[in-house]
């Protein structure tokens, strides 16, 4: 993308990128002439196609590490997970899981999740575990 | 006003110029592999996965050296069909080592990043649309993969995906099509042939999976799916490669029984 600014009719200059999260960035320019400033925002449709291409407005200092967009929609995924339901798993809770059979194992994930977050649990627990199996 | 072209600075996105240095990077990743084929199927259930697996295997029985990419993301399975779940992909300063299984076959897989062999608890992302071609493009690009011979790549059974990677991979030797002898597998086998001539895209020929069920006890064969003679439906679309029956087990698959038809693809990629 380029700005012209139509006071000066020139090409305006990149000024800097603000990463605000997920759903949005700001793309600033000036123009060296008059110092006219703008600011692009992008909304979350565009920020997400952007990122999901996997490449960063303005560019990058760094060199992405290999399988880093895959890692990191891995950590996303996991937090939004959290956030979602607000409960997490202690691991003994999720090593227990594994003895449902594949099959069931993604509604009786759902089914102690929902558990707890009825009864305000923020860790999934072995006793809770058994508090939701109790209760089904 | 004046347009774009006239406005003689550089883009301030540097978005092509970021997406042009990874195609770059990506060829010359596949610079080193002689031959990339995608196994491909226009609907689930039809084995493709379970061909793939067997095509390799063959392949490295005849001394070549192979990778496999799962390029079907949100479904994968051929780390599990391989028998490749205790290894583990290396980091390198290159880039990822594939794990490689007890046949010498490389696999590439999102199952090792998520490290579902050894926790499996379903929390997986589901990668859709553009993010989707884009995490197969770093599953090939940021794979080590060294020098091979073949590349099968798994693709997932949605016919637009086999477009995201032949825009990815354009230099994609051909593509194997696999189905099975039911009316609705084959209706849309002829459906998928068609898609890949207008994709400009080389069809090896069809493979017909799961035709028939040897019993274990007496070596009696029995069909499948009844009625449907697939190889006639193909007609003039491609080459018919041949069958392969029901394999309940890959550990015990006799490859030599099932080469003849390994062999027409490779022969047709020749």
Redesign the interface.
């Known amino acids: ?4 600014c ?1 006071r000066c ?1 020139i ?1 305006m ?2 000024n800097g990128v603000d990463d605000g999260g997920p759903e949005s960035v700001a ?1 600033r ?1 000036v123009c060296p002439e008059c110092d006219s400033r703008i600011a692009m925002i992008t909304n979350p449709m565009e920020t997400q ?12 200092d760094d060199k992405l590490a ?6 990191e ?2 950590q ?3 937090r939004a ?1 959290d956030t979602l339901l607000g409960v997490k ?1 202690e691991e003994s809770a ?2 227990r ?2 003895n449902v059979p ?1 099959m069931a ?2 509604m009786a ?1 759902k089914a102690i999740e929902n558990h707890a977050k009825k009864m305000g649990y923020e860790t999934i627990t072995l006793e809770v575990m058994d508090e939701a199996k109790n209760n089904l | 006003m004046k347009k774009y072209s006239d406005l003689q600075g550089n883009d301030a996105s540097k978005i092509s110029e970021q997406v042009a240095e990874k195609a770059s990077a990506l060829a010359c990743r596949m610079e080193n592999i002689s031959r990339k084929i995608a196994i491909v199927s226009g609907k689930g259930g039809v084995g493709k996965s379970v061909v793939t697996a067997l095509f390799a295997k063959y392949l490295v029985s005849t001394g070549a050296t192979v990778g496999v990419l799962d390029a079907d993301i949100n479904g994968s399975s051929i780390s599990n069909l391989l028998g490749a779940t205790q290894n583990a992909v290396q980091k390198t300063d290159n880039g990822y080592k594939p794990a490689a299984d007890k046949n010498g076959i490389f696999v590439m897989s999102v199952d090792y990043l998520l490290d579902v062999h050894k926790s499996f608890t379903g929390n997986t992302p589901t990668w859709l649309g553009a993010m989707e071609t884009n995490v197969v493009r770093e599953l090939l690009a940021d794979t080590d993969w060294g020098s091979l011979d073949y590349l099968l790549i798994d693709t997932p059974p949605i016919l637009s995906r086999v477009g995201d990677i032949k825009d990815l991979l354009t230099e994609l030797d051909g593509a194997v099509v696999v189905t099975t002898a039911s009316k609705v597998s084959i209706k849309i086998m002829l459906k998928t042939l068609r898609k890949l001539a207008e994709m400009k895209v080389n069809v090896l020929g069809v493979i017909e999976n799961m035709k028939e069920l040897k019993c274990e006890h007496c070596g009696h064969k029995n069909d499948l799916f009844i009625g449907e003679n697939v190889g006639k439906a193909v007609g003039y679309l491609a080459p018919y490669l041949g069958a392969l029956p029901f394999v309940p087990n890959l550990e015990k698959v006799a490859i030599d029984e099932l080469r003849d038809v390994f062999i027409s693809a490779v022969d047709k990629n020749n």
């Open positions: 993308m380029k700005f012209l139509e009719d090409q200059t990149l793309v320019f196609m952007v990122k999901s291409i996997g490449v960063k407005i303005g560019g990058r290999p399988m880093e967009m895959i890692k929609s891995i996303e995924n996991a997970k798993w999720e090593k899981l594994l594949e194992r993604p994930r």
